[in-house]
């Protein structure tokens, strides 16, 4: 099999389902944030809703990891991913002030 074919579906199959997606979903009074990461072992998530406290995401049956926190206006947050800080693709991040970015939830 010509080696470029195999690099290309490599590259394809990493591209396509092995980078973890985020997603927020709104309720009356709840915001459940979303991070499938299917190889995490420990998924923690901090907001500006409770100053940056860590807080322990659940996995669901579906392997996805998922937190709920009261609705707010406006919240900044990030996860920590097995032990490590992730800011996952967001439509919009925020610079905070140790030169890091934080995304930025705006109902």
């Not at 860590?54 to 919240?75: F, K, R």
Request: net charge negative; glycine share 6%; proline share 3%.
């Amino acid at each position: 099999m010509n080696k470029y074919f195999v690099l290309l579906i490599l590259l394809a199959l990493y591209l396509g389902g092995c980078a973890p997606k985020h997603f927020v979903a709104k309720d009356s009074d709840l915001l459940t944030f979303f991070l499938q990461n299917g190889e995490a072992k420990r998924v923690q998530f901090a907001s500006s809703y409770d100053r940056y406290l860590l807080h322990d995401a659940t996995q669901n049956s579906s392997g996805v990891w998922q937190i709920e926190v009261p609705a707010s206006l406006e919240l900044k947050y990030f996860y920590i991913v097995d032990g490590s800080m992730y800011v996952p693709e967001c439509r919009l991040k925020e610079r905070d002030d140790f030169g890091s970015e934080n995304c930025l939830y705006i109902f």
